[in-house]
């Protein structure tokens, strides 16, 4: 059940969107499609939303092929990153536009609307038109809209891209809850891997119409498969042949093997945690985490010379970058 | 950087001037010679019979032309901004070429089809259906002088609102003519409706087409501008005066419509957010 | 939305999703829209490229080069010339004040502009044969004149240029305006260096579209005009009087000539917009 996609392919000009892409998400999961422009996340969710026609694949929703259905009758909810709104109807009627389709009589449309309305706490608004919402106000009325027709499933393309950063936490926690509480299987997509590690249960890392890696947030930060997955899901640095960390970094005073010497160039406190960036010899930069114990056992100065180890490494084998195991 | 005082007065009384000349004097002078004698003269002209009638032609001519335009517009539109074609350039000069064809040239056009020795004259004869000297050619006339604007209104408007509705209201299970009816057309009505005003305008005011066509027969195939044209040529000023101030009335009716449905129709496609 | 007849911009490609319509209806509405276009349009107009032939291209060489219809030509060619290059100007100078200046009632002035647009040509002939005719309040008497084509064609041609330079002169940056006084040049240099560079697209489109209307127009001249042949009479004149004397084919040359003369201003205005369009 939930939703799988089966060796997509899909072509723009030259461009190639979707690269043998094949996902499994689990009936009532909360996924997030996460990965750079140009990764093929949103040509994947608009596919399985039947709005872009693939080349090749197959997609199944709750177990039966929709791959030819139409985007009308597939019965997913989407959400937009620009909201989409019907700008000439209120807000209970961009709400009731579904059910007004499916010819539900006039009170049934109007109790699941205000139902609708207070879960997304826009009740009260109902009359009004979208354009004296605010861009927070106006994307909960778009998951109500979605919503409204029950859906077997939810997508959401970039749905917080559109706001400031403070709305855009907020309804980061809101959708959270919201998922707790009905159920629906969720996808989203989003190239903000914070946000992403936040909310969703499982992550789906893309780059290029391929599929990196999928899992959990824990599972990507802690055993990423390559270095793309690993930069994009957490800070790295470059040392040597080794990706770190930069709260894995060991700064210590003295020399010794394994260690590269590097200079004190800038120590910055960021709130509680102290980033200081150095120097290698090469001219590469680099950046440790440190918290202010830390930092004051070791009594750095601008223009130090200290000595960077890789406290613990990851490894895999990829192009250039074979890594050597822990310390 | 706005002109120095001199200057701003200079260009000013260029700008005014010009205008006073060419537009509000003209204007104000037909107000003034139809009044000239009072209210009743006009009135008079413009209950006669003819007058009524050509009035009744007139309004024939938009209500046919226009609605056709107007469908035909919306739809092309629809097909030049949401489908590639090979042929869309092609049909979008050709939407131009109207403003391109004096219109005598229409009215010749027009002849030359439907006259007794024209390409479909014989057949039409034969159908019993008369074209020529009749209210089919007129109407046919006014189509043709009319035809782009609709369209040209409506493809900036279909253009700038973006498919995302659309592709919202197929997600919440609407088919292709309710997404049409409930989310496209009400989202494009300020440029359809705009497209609208003018071609209304442009057939209330079609002249030369239908002076050819209509072999101008008082009582039958006037409209309101043969009708002042034949009414001046025939010494009956102040029927061509009345028949002028109420075409100039409409004229003046439509600038206003065009001033406010132009100022909703670009607010309708600079929107953001949405 | 200006009224003005400025070229559609250039279609660009239609996006990959939208209303989906089934693939019969795309291909139904196509169909029908070319059939009306067609019907309307295309035929009429085949009729008369067809018809100018119809007697032979010596027919057609000599229907067109006869001394009426040419003297037609010339007198129609030559007021459009001068009463664009008076557009342009008196047109650029309304823009400006338009946009750039503040006064009580500028609403009701930009709308007056388009008054030649919504006001059927008759009319407008007779408004200004009513002040500048026989009876002229102001003594004023240019009825019958080549003179009174010019006015004629001023009037109906005014909105072209003010609603082609308008846009350009609101959308315009005023910064580099800023930066070339910064750099210490005077109003007018700015004007002539700066501004009007960046106008000239704009007044070149309003003129070649009234020079297209300018051709062809009829109404607004039979009152004021007298039309008398070799003097005052203009082309879309002298066609009427070929078609009322029955030689079709030589009013269907003359046609052919005016036509192609038209399309060739908006195909140049397409091209001009297209320049425009990409820097």
Request: with cysteine; hydrophobic share 50%; proline share 4%.
């Amino acid at each position: 059940m939930g939703i799988a996609v089966e060796g997509a392919f899909k072509r723009f000009g030259d461009f190639q969107a979707l690269d043998d892409v094949s996902i499994d998400v689990p009936d009532g999961s909360l996924t997030a499609l996460l990965g750079p422009s140009g990764s093929g996340k949103s040509t994947l969710l608009r596919a399985i939303a039947g709005l872009e026609e693939l080349d090749r694949g197959r997609v199944a929703i709750n177990g039966s092929d929709a791959t030819e259905t139409p985007a009308q009758k597939r019965e997913v909810g989407f959400v937009f990153q620009h909201y989409a709104a019907f700008k000439h109807m209120t807000v209970f009627g961009n709400v009731a536009f579904g059910l007004k389709i499916r010819k539900w009589d006039k009170a049934k449309i109007s109790d699941r609307v205000h139902e609708l309305l207070r879960l997304v706490q826009l009740d009260g608004l109902a009359e009004r038109y979208p354009d004296q919402l605010s861009g927070g106000q106006r994307q909960r009325m778009a998951l109500a809209r979605a919503l409204a027709v029950e859906p077997q499933v939810l997508l959401l393309d970039e749905p917080f891209g559109a706001l400031d950063a403070k709305v855009r936490k907020d309804l980061r926690t809101w959708l959270r809850r919201l998922h707790d509480e009905m159920h629906v299987t969720t996808i989203f997509v989003t190239h903000d891997q914070e946000e992403a590690m936040d909310v969703a249960e499982q992550l789906v890392v893309m780059n290029q119409g391929r599929v990196e890696q999928s899992g959990t947030a824990g599972e990507l930060y802690e055993h990423p498969a390559n270095e793309f997955v690993m930069s994009f899901v957490g800070e790295v640095n470059r040392l040597g042949d080794h990706f770190v960390r930069p709260h894995d970094m060991d700064v210590s005073l003295d020399a010794g093997d394994g260690a590269e010497q590097a200079m004190v160039q800038r120590i910055v406190a960021l709130g509680f945690e102290i980033r200081v960036e150095f120097v290698l010899g090469d001219g590469a930069e680099v950046w440790a985490q440190l918290t202010r114990t830390e930092l004051q056992k070791l009594e750095l100065r601008e223009g130090q010379i200290v000595y960077l180890r890789p406290g613990q490494v990851k490894s895999f084998s990829s192009g250039d970058a074979e890594v050597s195991a822990a310390a | 950087m706005t002109a120095s005082t001199p200057a701003k007065w200079g260009l000013r009384g260029l700008a005014f001037g010009y205008l006073g000349l060419l537009l509000l004097a003209p204007v104000g002078m037909i107000f003034y010679k139809t009044f000239e004698h009072g209210l009743g003269p006009p009135v008079e002209a413009m209950t006669s019979p003819e007058a009524l009638h050509a009035i009744q032609l007139t309004l024939l001519m938009v209500a046919v032309a226009v609605p056709l335009n107007t469908i035909f517009g919306v739809g092309c539109a629809l097909l030049l901004v949401r489908r590639r074609w090979w042929g869309n350039s092609i049909v979008d000069g050709i939407i131009n070429l109207p403003f391109a064809v004096s219109p005598i040239v229409v009215g010749l056009s027009l002849y030359l089809l439907y006259g007794n020795t024209g390409w479909f004259g014989p057949t039409m004869a034969e159908w019993g259906i008369q074209v020529l000297f009749s209210w089919p050619g007129m109407v046919l006339a006014s189509i043709f002088v009319s035809l782009p604007f609709v369209v040209r209104e409506t493809v900036p408007v279909l253009r700038e609102i973006g498919t995302e509705q659309e592709q919202a209201a197929s997600t919440l299970g609407a088919n292709g003519w309710q997404t049409f009816w409930r989310i496209t057309l009400p989202a494009i009505r300020w440029g359809v409706a705009y497209g609208v005003v003018l071609t209304t305008a442009r057939v209330l005011g079609e002249f030369g087409a239908v002076t050819i066509v209509s072999g101008s027969i008082s009582g039958e195939t006037e409209t309101m501008p043969l009708f002042v044209a034949k009414a001046f040529e025939q010494f009956q000023e102040e029927a061509a005066y009345a028949g002028a101030i109420v075409l100039a009335l409409l004229a003046l009716t439509t600038l206003l419509l065009m001033s406010v449905g132009g100022r909703k129709a670009k607010a309708s496609t600079t929107k953001e957010g949405f | 939305m200006d009224a003005h007849p400025a070229s559609t911009p250039p279609v660009s490609a239609a996006p990959r999703a939208g209303i989906r319509l089934p693939g019969v209806g795309v291909g139904l509405g196509r169909g029908l829209v070319v059939l009306y276009l067609s019907l309307m349009v295309m035929l009429p107009l085949a009729a008369v490229v067809d018809a100018s032939l119809s007697k032979g291209l010596d027919a057609f060489w000599s229907a067109v080069t006869g001394d009426q219809a040419l003297a037609a030509l010339k007198l129609t060619v030559v007021c459009s010339l001068i009463v664009v290059a008076i557009n342009a100007l008196f047109g650029t100078i309304i823009a400006w004040v338009l946009v750039r200046d503040e006064f009580p009632g500028k609403g009701a002035v930009n709308a007056l502009i388009d008054l030649p647009f919504a006001l059927p040509t008759i009319v407008a002939g007779l408004t200004l044969l009513t002040l500048y005719g026989a009876k002229s309040p102001i003594g004023l008497d240019v009825a019958g004149t080549r003179v009174a084509i010019v006015v004629a064609l001023c009037f109906i041609t005014l909105p072209f240029v003010v609603r082609s330079v308008q846009p350009l002169l609101m959308e315009m940056d005023r910064e580099m305006e800023e930066a070339s006084t910064s750099l210490g040049a005077g109003g007018f240099t700015t004007f002539r260096r700066i501004i009007f560079p960046n106008l000239l697209p704009g007044i070149v489109a309003g003129v070649m579209l009234a020079f297209a209307r300018a051709l062809g127009e009829y109404g607004s001249l039979i009152l004021i005009t007298g039309n008398l042949p070799f003097d005052t009479e203009v082309s879309s004149v002298f066609i009427r009087s070929q078609i009322e004397s029955g030689n079709t084919a030589g009013a269907a040359a003359v046609s052919v000539v005016l036509l192609a003369l038209s399309v060739l201003m908006l195909i140049a205005v397409g091209i001009v917009a297209h320049r425009g369009a990409r820097r």
